[in-house]
């Protein structure tokens, strides 16, 4: 008889997967298998972590008051930057857990790998 291949994704996979967005992140640290796989749960951990920085960091740019059409701009020009560092952030690690390498960023990095191996 054949030997049956595991069916589904590899954790390199599953890594990469938790940076598109922040809910597959969220899915992967709630639900079982994938919550057992310290790979999987350092990309989720950091991909939540990141996620939310960038979330306050529009929210806290949203309270800069727009007096005129230039601080308009400035602003937007702001938000749309930290957006695009988000973005090639992620990318970045999602090519580098695609590789089975776990990139730990500054600051959060650190703290996600200690998520993982709990």
Same mark, same amino acid.
């Given at each position: 008889?054949?030997? =049956?291949?595991? *069916?589904?994704?590899?954790?390199?996979?599953?890594?990469?997967?938790?940076?598109?967005?922040?809910?597959?992140?969220?899915?992967?640290?709630?639900?079982?298998?994938?919550?057992?796989?310290?790979?999987?749960?350092?990309?989720?951990?950091? *991909?939540?972590?990141?996620?939310?920085?960038?979330?306050?960091?529009?929210?806290?740019?949203?309270?800069?008051?727009?007096?005129?059409?230039?601080?308009?701009?400035?602003?937007?020009?702001?938000?749309?930057?930290?957006?695009?560092?988000?973005?090639?952030? *992620?990318?970045?690690?999602?090519?580098?857990?695609?590789?089975? =390498?776990?990139?730990?960023?500054?600051?959060?990095?650190?703290?996600?790998?200690?998520?993982?191996? =709990?």
């Amino acid at each position: 008889m054949p030997d =049956k291949k595991p *069916s589904g994704l590899s954790d390199n996979s599953l890594g990469a997967i938790a940076y598109i967005t922040v809910v597959p992140a969220l899915f992967f640290l709630a639900i079982a298998p994938y919550n057992k796989k310290p790979y999987v749960r350092f990309h989720a951990w950091q *991909s939540t972590i990141l996620f939310a920085i960038v979330f306050i960091v529009t929210i806290a740019l949203s309270y800069i008051p727009i007096f005129s059409l230039l601080l308009g701009v400035v602003y937007w020009g702001l938000c749309t930057l930290v957006l695009i560092v988000w973005a090639l952030i *992620s990318i970045w690690c999602a090519i580098s857990a695609l590789n089975g =390498k776990r990139l730990k960023l500054p600051l959060i990095g650190a703290w996600s790998e200690r998520q993982a191996n =709990k």
